[in-house]
């Protein structure tokens, strides 16, 4: 079924429990640096070091998700494969991108900037493929962020010794703390971490999509 011809389904509704989900997960990754837990799981390391409490995981799940709820309202991709696809070519483009900004030589400061200010670019070429799930992404990418954005905030005005704290090795010391938090929380967060969450969300939504219709279609053959 085309997006026109699909029944209302209210985003919103869509991402509220999934976004309840990831500020349950961002608050219990800031305990457990607050509280020096294990480091494989709650590193304070710069990146937070890929620890495995972190809502970074949660973006395949929910772009599967999302995915199976639209279809099952009617809001399927246009084409099957296009939407897992364009994820798959936005991903490899995240890297190129950092290299480009690498390689013309631009301040450390200015890299991050212009990294940042080009990935929504790619999200938004990536979801012309599936524009519902896009969408969707785009509204749980938000609400995801946000709180991590709040949380930034306070633990750079109060020095928690946590990963939030912290920016690219490289840059050099960002003086007033409002000008670190915009470099290193406020640009990153909105700028790459939501267009990450459409990337890498189309990619593995439009797998389960593009599984979830060959099934669908291996059935009706069936009961034909």
């Not at 050099?172 to 969450?197: A, M, Y």
Request: with cysteine; proline share 7%.
């Amino acid at each position: 079924m085309s997006e026109g011809r699909s029944a209302s389904l209210d985003p919103r509704s869509l991402v509220l429990w999934p976004a309840v989900i990831t500020l349950a997960v961002t608050l219990l990754r800031l305990a457990g640096e607050l509280l020096r837990w294990s480091e494989r799981f709650f590193s304070r390391s710069s990146g937070g070091a890929a620890a495995l409490v972190g809502i970074v995981w949660l973006v395949p799940i929910f772009g599967v998700y999302f995915a199976i709820r639209l279809l099952r309202a009617g809001h399927a991709p246009q084409t099957t494969w296009s939407p897992g696809v364009g994820g798959l070519i936005g991903l490899v483009a995240i890297p190129l991108v950092a290299l480009l900004w690498n390689r013309l030589g631009l301040s450390p400061v200015a890299q991050v900037l212009a990294f940042c200010f080009t990935l929504p670019f790619v999200a938004w070429a990536v979801g012309r493929a599936w524009p519902a799930l896009a969408r969707t992404l785009l509204l749980y990418g938000l609400a995801a962020r946000i709180p991590v954005i709040v949380v930034m905030l306070l633990a750079i005005l109060r020095g928690w010794g946590t990963h939030y704290e912290l920016g690219r090795p490289d840059l050099p010391p960002l003086e007033p703390p409002l000008l670190k938090w915009l470099v290193i929380g406020v640009v990153p967060q909105l700028g790459f971490w939501v267009s990450f969450t459409v990337i890498a969300g189309s990619l593995f939504g439009g797998l389960a999509a593009a599984v979830w219709r060959r099934r669908a279609r291996g059935a009706t053959g069936a009961a034909a």
